[in-house]
């Protein structure tokens, strides 16, 4: 029960923190002079096209650009009614994008999941791939197995993503047959599921996941590496194996569940890591995330775009935080007894 | 009788370096109690640890037997033969150990049920509801009032002696031949220790398991061990039946230890002279209804934070030239109260902190100082921390050391800094070509000196002394304490002296205040505070001192009433809750807290 007050507590301030971003956000993208209608319009108006003018000047009534800028806030997050009434953010309006000319949603919509998807993906692969390196580079330090995870590991922070994007790409195709850019194959492109666009989905996201993931699983297999070789020194340690416990099992049980605590106390950071640090390799890849729209809103000031695509971002940085908090809290009983009275 | 274990011509050693331990050899018989006494780099530790294979990677078995009797269905093993898997099935389930610092020898993520019952479950002894329920017995046998909830605790829940007994049910649950117990006691508090070694000499009465114990301290030795090895730099030195050692000891090393074990003298010994009686005394320092709260504040804000009462009522005057020693065990506030007279915390509205420089000048209002003031303070009152080996920069040179507090205030050249070092160094019997080293170069004493030295190097007229010696070994306390007596008759130096070790206090004080829980108790000279100790508590803490001496064991009961709850102490001196009676002096010079 205790737990689930918690995280009740934890969802309420993560809401008041989302609240405190969006208000970050409008200010951002509102810091560059002039918006993408009022660019639009000088150089309409710069090349005689008068017309186009009128169009423009009704979408800035429309979306209530000629309002006072802390106006404009509360309409874009539907607090205030606008010209169409209360329609925002919190209605699930999430505007209109002038460079598409289409609604935010529908531009975003197939690429917010399949953003979510890559970056769990990579989380897992970090995952997977740290845990067990990092215990066992741990376990036989100063050995050779240390030594060649770390070798490796640096490899894989030094290397720059996108270069190692194209090399397992031209390797890849070249010997395992993987395929080449995108996330699935183009005749699945606005198909409805199935089976086979499924399959081809995972293959395709093999490459990025590896690429994302990599340098990412190499810090966190240092980190916890360095943790586990804290903890190993510790007198605790010492008195599992005078018990008798065999070394496999006594890792598992005792060192780890301490040195897991940065490790859990990571997901809320990996996942805005992920996100703005695979844009280039979304470029590259040709992946349909969120990275490359957002790249382009902020170029072209398009600012409903790229006001919901830094909103996304946080919301994701924020719900990984809180994740990764409750589990502190089931995890480390030290955390959990501090908040209650004694 | 067949020892049960014989350890033979033991030699470790540390990478293509000499061994740490040369031939060493010792045996202990079923029922009995081998003690291992040495100080710090005997060797002690890494030889019991070595009976367990449970050694640093870097160490190496060099030669040796280590013989386990076999016991029915197993033969003899050779311990330093033995494969892995069979060395995994002797530690925990034929031989235990218990570790020094229960605080950290426990997982902290781990329920102590979790834990204990795990001995069980490894060597496979029985089903899941025996083992829980052995594990209650043994709780409930190591002193535990409730033992269902001690499954469920954590080890933050519990205080340092329960943690401790904690350790020794992990050790004693799954009955070991032999349980080897590495300064079981040291990081506990007197009172605690005390009933920590009681209880391991009940355990073994009862079930005939051997015990070996290391240990810095011939108090312990001669209120538990049969036995007597005594190390020193990786070689036994003494060897055998612990009465006759401890009673003539014929190793010139063995009779240094006993020489400088601090004893709680048994005679009342002359007064040392202090030139500070009559009615208009000088003194250098005086606290006045010092009180002090602390608040807990508990993770949600919204629920009432705690107080917590770490000084209540605390009048304390110290004569110059005299040494005021405040003694009691973790959490009885003398910390604290060492604190606000260097006016480094705060205290509650009502108390006072007066210093006078000099004989007759305007008392200084420590509790109330403005900016120059506290600096002018602080050239006059320094500190000598703990340990010595976290409180000096191990980056800094030891003349950077030295002349930092000159440099802070600003007083003489980089050449004048220089020569007061040099003066310094030789003060506190140190060679001046020691200036340009680190602090790793010297061992601890040498590191404590260094401390006390750049505590002097301001010239202060007080000293506040926080354990100065409780992290040194026993020979090297001696030689700090003459030190400090030395430069304290020599520099006319007034000393506040905090400690949790009455013998060191006795050696040292011209008063002894006794602090519980925040309120002094007792407060006397040591000569009369020693002798004719009135409170309950200060007789459980003076009963509680291991002496070595095989004719005064320790009085478990004087330690089991004095240290209890004030609801149990004797008719004068019994109260409840918050309702404690005043401090009044029964003779002239000795107040003890009672109903008159």
Known sequence: ?342 | MRPLLSVEDLSIGFGKDNPVVRNVSFSVAAGETLAIVGESGSGKTISCRAILRILPRAARLDCGRMILAGNGADGDLDLAQISERQMRHVRGNRIAMIFQEPMRSLSPLHRIGNQVSEVLHLHGRCSEAEARQQVLDCFERVGFPDPERTWRSYPFELSGGMRQRAMIAMAMVAKPELLIADEPTTALDVTTQAQVLGLMKELQQETGMAMILVTHDLGVVANMAEQVVVMHKGRVMEAGAAEPILRAPAHPYTQDLFHAAPKIPQEPAARRETGTEGPDKDLILELKHVTKTFTLRSGKSWSKPTLVRACEEVDLELPRGTTLAIVGESGSGKTTAARIALGAETVDPGGEILFRASPGADPLRVHDMDRAARRAFQRQAQMVFQDPYSSLSPRQRILDTLSEPLEIHGTGSRADHRDRAAEMLGLVGLPTDMLTRFPHAFSGGQRQRLSIARALMLDPKLLVCDEPTSALDVSVQEQILSLLEEIRDARQLSYLFISHDLAVVARIADEVAVMRRGMIVEQAPPEVLFHDPKHPYTKALIAAQPVPDVDRPINLKLVAQGAGAPENWPEAFRFAGQDAPPLVPLDPGHKVRCHV
């Open chain 1, 1 to 342: 029960m205790e737990i689930l007050r918690y995280a009740i507590y934890r969802f309420g301030t993560m809401l008041l923190t989302l609240l405190l971003v969006s208000v970050l956000v409008f200010c951002i993208i509102n810091l560059p002079p002039g918006d993408f209608l009022s660019n639009q319009i000088a150089e309409l108006r710069a090349t005689g096209q008068e017309a186009g003018v009128a169009k423009a000047e009704f979408l800035r009534r429309e979306y209530a650009l000629d309002k006072p800028l802390w106006q404009q806030y509360f309409i874009w997050m539907g607090l205030l009614p606008g010209p169409h009434g209360f329609s925002g953010m919190v209605q699930g309006n999430f505007g209109w994008s002038f460079e598409f000319d289409r609604p935010v949603s529908e531009i975003v919509g197939d690429s917010l999941w399949l953003t979510v998807l890559v970056n769990l993906a990579a989380v897992l692969f970090v995952y997977l791939v740290a845990l067990p390196l990092g215990v066992l580079a741990a376990a036989k330090s100063r050995t050779m197995i240390d030594y060649t995870a770390a070798f490796i590991g640096y490899l894989g922070l030094a290397t720059p993503n996108f270069l190692l994007a194209l090399i397992l790409f031209y390797y890849g195709h070249q010997y395992l047959g993987l395929p080449i850019g995108g996330l699935m194959a183009p005749e699945y492109e606005g198909e409805p599921m199935s089976w086979e666009k499924v399959r081809s989905i995972l293959i395709h996201l093999i490459v990025p996941t590896f690429v994302i993931g990599t340098s990412g699983a190499s810090a966190m297999m240092q980190r916890l590496r360095a943790n586990m070789l804290d903890e190993l020194g510790k007198p605790y340690v010492e008195t599992a194996v005078a018990k008798g416990m065999r070394p496999s099992r006594m890792l598992m049980k005792y060192p780890l569940r301490v040195a897991f605590n940065p490790f859990v106390a990571d997901i809320g950071n990996l996942l805005p890591a992920m996100v703005s640090g695979s844009v280039l390799v979304s470029v590259v890849l040709g992946l349909q995330t969120i990275g490359p729209v957002l790249l382009q809103a902020l170029k072209s000031q398009d600012m409903f775009l790229s006001g919901f695509v830094l909103m996304f971002v946080a919301l994701l940085t924020l719900i990984g935080t809180m994740i990764s908090d409750v589990l502190l809290v089931l995890l480390d009983p030290r955390i959990r007894y501090e908040s209650r009275d004694t």
